[in-house]
């Protein structure tokens, strides 16, 4: 017989440690065994593998989709595509486009077009996202279509007729541009290597310029052409050859300070400033040539195109910088011989300055409070400066420009009889170590005083109703001619020339010696304008001391730098003296002014067009070039030119009995009162070129 077993007990789950999740459960648990009995079962944990999530696992966890949701889903799967815009056709018609390009499933039922027009391109989110992608697109054409225009003008002209040949003969033009910039990029960069080697080079070349420049700015973020050095060099050489005279007008203690600070908040400094005057010392600076040749480009047209890109934003809120760097770029086109394209430049700078009221502003500043002080004198120089400069021009183009200023002077007073001592370029005083060349306080005071009395000189050969030569005329030259001296003698002995040699002097006396070339030159040799002093002796002893003083100029400083101001002292010579050329004595003088044309003739174009303007005048008049004078003009028959791409506006200033000499002769009617018009003369210059071939 099998004896019974005992009662097993129920079995429990190991305890994990979690609480009973509701009051039920616990309610409903078992009761558990005494605490002698559960002391006595083992206690060894069991582990549960954690449980593993599959996507099975997942799908099969999620709800069945509601009837209303799989409806909703297949409604919105039949709905069409939305579509913002519609093409042309359609909306004039008014009815519903699907947007299909490239055309519509309308317009192909409706009359099987094969195309759309659409108001946006393809993909575009918003029509102003369209129109903003648009703007950005046609700026940048226009921008390319400038720096086309950039080539043709300043690129060498075989490189010009290269592009123009090319512009021919393709239908997009800004390929032809795409070309010559890669071609531009191979010549200065031909390889990585070279990259390398090329961009150290400059690197040094720009270090040591700006090691050797006296005044050291920084050239960003006023013009990206070049580096700190070469743009401080050409500063510097502004400052010295150029602003003490005759470009006075821009301040240079506040030009300075501008441009040190930055442009936020500069009031005397612009980019179109800086770019101005960088192209117009790139002409002049062996430096900025050399550096040229290493990067294959020519900086002087870099920076002036630079200039030009700052134009059209500048005049929108203008300054007297402004206005500076306007008539800046004028006198850069006037040295390239390009005057009559450029005078655009000069009528520029005198729009803002009307709407700035330079003078008006002058008198509403109080002179008693100190903070005045830098404006009133910006205000000053902008306006007697740029007045000194057309009173020059107006000898070359033979007609008043400008009134005098109603302000006072109220910088480089003169002072005492001795006068202030010489400086140089940073202000201190001169002395054997300092960069050359000494600048001399005050001059500026005398050469507005004079600049008043050359334009009265003007006016009265433009608008005089006596003719030239007669009793009335006579008297009234000789009244100019004796205030000219009184004025001359005047001058305190340190501002002469032969007392404190300097550029600024010399240019003093340059400027003394043509308001007597506008007073005598017209009349006949062998008038008398002065006791014992015919027309010839005095126009013969002014030729001698501008020969005489040019000479000396470049002895002393020679052409490394040098001021477009130069060309004036010298420019009056030949022209003066073609008259007198049956004289041995003109002779020499006429040969010496055309060896010193000859010498800077390589860097103002407007030299080379003035000297194939005088020796037309001269074969105009039958006078023939003398023998010494030909080595230095032999050369001028190698530039040649369309003569509808003349742009000389410029008088040749002769005397009176030279343009009778030539009254038989058609083209008469283009010479002037005083002179002949230098693109007439150009014209008459290359027919007697294409002639003697």
């Not at 512009?167 to 990259?195: C, H, I, K, M, W």
């Not at 007609?399 to 009889?417: E, Y």
């Not at 043509?514 to 010839?536: F, K, S």
Request: glycine share 4%.
């Amino acid at each position: 017989m099998r004896k019974s077993s005992p009662p097993t007990p129920p079995l429990q789950q190991p305890a994990l440690g979690f609480p009973p999740t509701n009051a039920s459960e616990t309610s409903t648990s078992k009761p558990r065994p005494p605490q002698s009995a559960r002391a006595k079962k083992p206690t060894t944990p069991v582990s549960l593998p954690s449980p593993t999530l599959t996507s099975s696992s997942l799908s099969s966890a999620q709800p069945d989709l509601s009837l209303s949701a799989q409806r909703a889903a297949v409604k919105q799967a039949r709905r069409r595509p939305l579509n913002k815009f519609a093409c042309f056709a359609c909306q004039k018609k008014k009815t519903k486009c699907d947007g299909v390009r490239p055309v519509c499933s309308a317009c192909v039922k409706r009359n099987g077009d094969t195309q759309c027009e659409y108001a946006v391109r393809e993909g575009a989110v918003s029509r102003y996202a369209d129109l903003k992608v648009t703007f950005e697109q046609l700026e940048r054409e226009n921008s390319d279509f400038k720096d086309l225009l950039a080539y043709l003008r300043f690129r060498p002209e075989k490189e010009a007729f290269e592009i123009y040949r090319r512009l021919r003969a393709s239908d997009n033009p800004l390929s032809v541009l795409q070309y010559f910039r890669e071609a531009e990029t191979l010549l200065v960069v031909p390889s990585t290597a070279g990259s390398g080697m090329a961009d150290r080079h400059v690197a040094d070349l720009d270090a040591e310029a700006l090691a050797q420049s006296a005044l050291k700015v920084p050239a960003r973020p006023w013009t990206p052409v070049a580096g700190d050095g070469l743009v401080s060099t050409l500063i510097t050489a502004f400052f010295k050859w150029d602003a003490g005279f005759p470009y006075f007008f821009v301040d240079q203690v506040l030009f300075i300070n501008d441009m040190r600070r930055g442009i936020l908040g500069a009031q005397y400094c612009t980019p179109l400033l800086v770019n101005a005057i960088c192209a117009l010392r790139s002409l002049l600076s062996d430096r900025a040539r050399n550096l040229g040749r290493v990067t294959k480009t020519d900086l002087g047209a870099l920076f002036f195109a630079e200039a030009k890109k700052h134009m059209d934003f500048e005049v929108v809120k203008p300054n007297l910088a402004t206005a500076h760097g306007l008539y800046l770029m004028y006198i850069v086109s006037c040295c390239q011989g390009t005057n009559r394209a450029g005078a655009m430049y000069r009528f520029a700078a005198f729009d803002v300055l009307e709407r700035l009221k330079p003078e008006k502003r002058f008198l509403s500043l109080d002179p008693q409070k100190p903070e005045n002080a830098e404006k009133r004198v910006a205000l000053s120089k902008t306006c007697w400066g740029l007045f000194f400069i057309e009173s020059l021009m107006s000898g070359a183009y033979f007609k008043p420009l400008a009134p005098p200023p109603t302000i006072p002077c109220v910088f480089d007073h003169i002072g005492s009889a001795g006068g202030p001592g010489n400086q140089d370029v940073l202000g201190l005083p001169f002395g054997p170590t300092s960069p050359q060349p000494p600048l001399v306080p005050a001059v500026l005071h005398v050469a507005c005083e004079l600049s008043i009395l050359q334009q009265k000189v003007i006016t009265y050969s433009i608008q005089s109703k006596h003719a030239v030569g007669d009793d009335e005329d006579l008297k009234v030259r000789r009244r100019f001619f004796a205030e000219l001296a009184v004025v001359e003698q005047a001058v305190p002995p340190h501002l002469l020339y032969q007392n404190n040699p300097a550029p600024q002097t010399l240019y003093l006396k340059a400027v003394f010696n043509l308001t007597a070339y506008h007073i005598i030159r017209p009349l006949h040799p062998d008038a008398w304008i002065q006791d014992r002093y015919t027309v010839r002796l005095v126009i013969l002893q002014l030729c001698t001391t501008d020969v005489e003083l040019a000479e000396s100029y470049a002895h002393r400083w020679g052409f490394g730098e040098y001021s477009p101001m130069f060309f004036i002292c010298i420019w009056n010579i030949a022209p003066t003296l073609v008259p007198l050329l049956g004289e041995a004595y003109a002779q020499n003088l006429f040969t010496r002014g055309c060896a010193l044309m000859h010498v800077i003739e390589r860097d103002l174009p407007l030299v080379r067009l003035a000297m194939q303007g005088v020796l037309a005048l001269a074969a105009a008049t039958n006078k023939p070039i003398p023998r010494d004078a030909r080595p230095y003009v032999e050369g001028l028959t190698q530039h040649k030119r369309d003569p509808k791409d003349l742009s000389i506006s410029f008088i040749v200033p002769t005397q009176n009995e030279l343009l009778e000499a030539q009254s038989g002769s058609d083209e008469d009617e283009d010479s002037r009162k005083h002179g002949r018009d230098l693109g007439t003369l150009l014209e008459k210059w290359d027919s007697l070129s294409m002639d003697s071939e």
